[in-house]
């Protein structure tokens, strides 16, 4: 099983930082504007369905939205491209500003380089929406 880990710094305090993350249905517009482009519940809520900027599509279910943690679980579901996969994000406070670490498992290994490119990418669009 591959693991991808990154991780960004900003200068935004945790708890404003903590409003966009843990909006779990709000992706496209709190926490990574321009990367995700839509965002729409399903399920009651327990999943959103949303939309890549390069057109891609997931839909991911919602396993945890832990406050006190300042940290979000999400899986994606009934993907063609992977068997498994698990995504985290959690929120550290720091001086003068927020730790965001982001880590995903899957399945299979060989989608880890593509991924990562994507959580790069996806890191810059956060890092832009929440300075």
Do not use: C
Not at 55 to 68: F, I, L, N, Y
Not at 74 to 83: E, G, K, L, R, T
């Amino acid at each position: 099983m591959a693991t991808i880990r990154k991780e960004f710094r900003v200068a935004t305090p945790i708890d404003k930082v903590w409003e966009a993350l843990g909006d779990f249905h709000a992706v496209h517009t709190k926490l990574a504007r321009g990367f995700v482009v839509d965002s729409k519940p399903e399920e009651d809520g327990a999943v959103r369905a949303i939309t890549f900027a390069n057109g891609m599509k997931a839909r991911e279910r919602k396993v945890t939205v832990d406050a006190a943690a300042k940290r979000v679980v999400y899986a994606i579901q009934d993907s063609p491209n992977f068997s498994f996969y698990v995504g985290s994000a959690q929120l550290f406070e720091e001086k003068g500003g927020t730790l965001f670490v982001w880590q995903v498992d899957l399945l299979p290994d060989a989608m880890a380089v593509p991924v990562s490119g994507m959580m790069d990418a996806g890191l810059e669009a956060m890092r832009t929406t929440l300075s």
